[in-house]
C-alpha cells in the first residue's frame, strides 16, 4: 500500500505536534513553515515568552511520548497569586494539591522541542516557504519565500495549523463560504518582562505562582520562566478613555499610570521603558467558524480553527487535544479523509464553541472577580460542596484545566452548578449563613453525579 501524504501548513504548536503523531501513524507528513527554523534563526529576537500548560495539553504531549521532557523546562505554577493596589498578596491554590497545578512553558523552547520530535518520527519540514494560495480543485497550492520567489506543490490532502491569521483558511473561504465571523475582544496587550532576581532565589516573586494584578477593567498577569524570569501581561481597553492603550501611546504616559495602578510591580521591570517602547500592542478576537473542512481537500484545526482570547490558557491545549482527535480520525479511517474531517468537525467544533464561551468569561473573573467578595462566596461554598460531594460537584475551572470532560459538559454543568449557587448563597456573601447539609441535599435533588473522569 502507498504511504498516504497529507500536506500540513504551519509548524507551530499545534502543527509541529500533529505532524509528529501522524507521522507516528504512518502518514507521509509535509510541513509548509512560513518562518524561518527557529532552532537555527532563535525565536521572536530572544524574548520569552510563555504559555500555562494544563492536563488537556499534558495528555496530548503524553500521548506524543513527550510530556515528561516538556516538563523537565516547566515551571510549575500551584494557584493564582492575586496582588490587590494595596494590602497583602494572597494565593487562591487551583487544586487540592500538587496533582492539580499548572506549568508554565516557554513557547519557543516548546515549539523546538516539538520540531524535533516530529523530525525524528520522519516528518519533512520546509521552513521559510508560506503558503499563498491554494488551489483546492487543482488539489495544488503555491508556496512564497521571503525573497518573493513562488513555487507550486501538489497537495492532495491539506491540513491548515496556520493560525489565527491563517491563509489556508481565507483559500478555503474564497472556494466555499466558511461561515467566518471575527469577534474583536476590544482589548489589547503588550507583554513586559520581570528579569531574574540576583541572589540565591532567582525569582523576584513567588516562583510557582500565576501572578494577576485585578483592576477591575484590565490587569496585568505575570508567568514564570525557568531562568527565574516572569513574562508579564498587560491587558487593557485598546482604544477609548483612560486608560487604554490610546491614552498610554509611551513609556512616560504607561510608568506614570503603573506608578499608581500597579506600585508593587513597576519597580520590578527595571527597563519598563525599552519594553513599553519596543513590544507591539497585539490584538485578541474570537474566532468562529460554521465549516473547518472541504470534504476531504482541506481542514483547518488549532487557532485556524478557533482561535479564542488568552484568558482560560487554553488556546494551546484545545489545540493540542485536536490534535490527538484527528490524529485518531485519520488513522482508523483509511483513504477516506471526508468522513475524518467531518467527524472531527462534529466532535471538536462544540467544544472549540464553549472554550471561546469561557474564555470570554473569565477574563471577566481575573480582571475583576478574583477580587469580589460575591465570587469569593460563590467560590468558597463550591469549595464545600466539592469537598462534601465529589462525585456531584466540581467547580468549572477544574473540570476545564484538570480533566479530560468534554469543554461543552464544563460548560453546561458549570452553568447549572452557578445557578444553584446563587439560589444557596441568596445575595449573601457569607458562606456560614448555609447549611451545608441542606445545600448538600439541594445539590444531590438537582443536578445528577458527574460523569467518572478518566
Ligand atoms: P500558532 O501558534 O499561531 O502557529 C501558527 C504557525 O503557522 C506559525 O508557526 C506561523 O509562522 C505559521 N504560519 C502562519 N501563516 C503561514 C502561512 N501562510 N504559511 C505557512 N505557515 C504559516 N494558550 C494556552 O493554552 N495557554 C496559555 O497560557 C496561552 N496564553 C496565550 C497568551 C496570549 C497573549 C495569546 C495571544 C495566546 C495565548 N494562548 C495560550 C493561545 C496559544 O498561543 C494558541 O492557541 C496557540 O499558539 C495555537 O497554536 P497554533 O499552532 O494553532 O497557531
Redesign the pocket.
Known sequence: MTQQTITL???????ALLAQLLAKRGFKVEV????ADPRLAGFIGGRSIN???AER?LQALRTAGLAGDVLQRAVMMRGRMVHPVSGTSGLQRYGVDDSEVIWSVS?GGLNMLLLDAAEAAGVTFHFG???ATADLDARNITLIDDNGTQRQHDASVLIG???????LRAAMNEYQPLGQRVEPLGHG?KELEIPPATGADHFAIEPHALHIWPRGGYMCIALPNTEGSFTV?LFLPAHGPHPSFDTLPDATAASAFFRQDFPDLLPLIPDFAADYDGHPV?S?STLYLDRWHIDGRALL????AH?IV?FH???????FEDTVVLADLLAESGSDTADAFAEFQRIRKPNADAIAAMALENYIEMRDSVADPRYLAKRELGARLAERAPQHFMARYRMVTFTHLPYAYAFERGRAQDVLLEQLLRGSTNVEEVPLDAAVATLHATLPPLPPLR
Do not use: H, W
Not at 9 to 14: F, K
Not at 161 to 167: F, K, N, Q, V, Y
Not at 301 to 304: H, L
Not at 313 to 319: A, D, I, K, L, T
Open positions: 501548513i504551519g509548524g507551530g504548536l499545534v502543527g509548509f513553515e512560513k518562518r504559555l500555562a500548560l495539553g513557547r516557504q508560506g503558503l495549523a496556520d493560525g489565527a491569521g491563517s491563509a496587550y501581561t497585539g485578541l484545526i488549532g487557532d485556524a482561535a488568552p490558557g487554553q488556546g494551546m491545549n484545545c489545540g
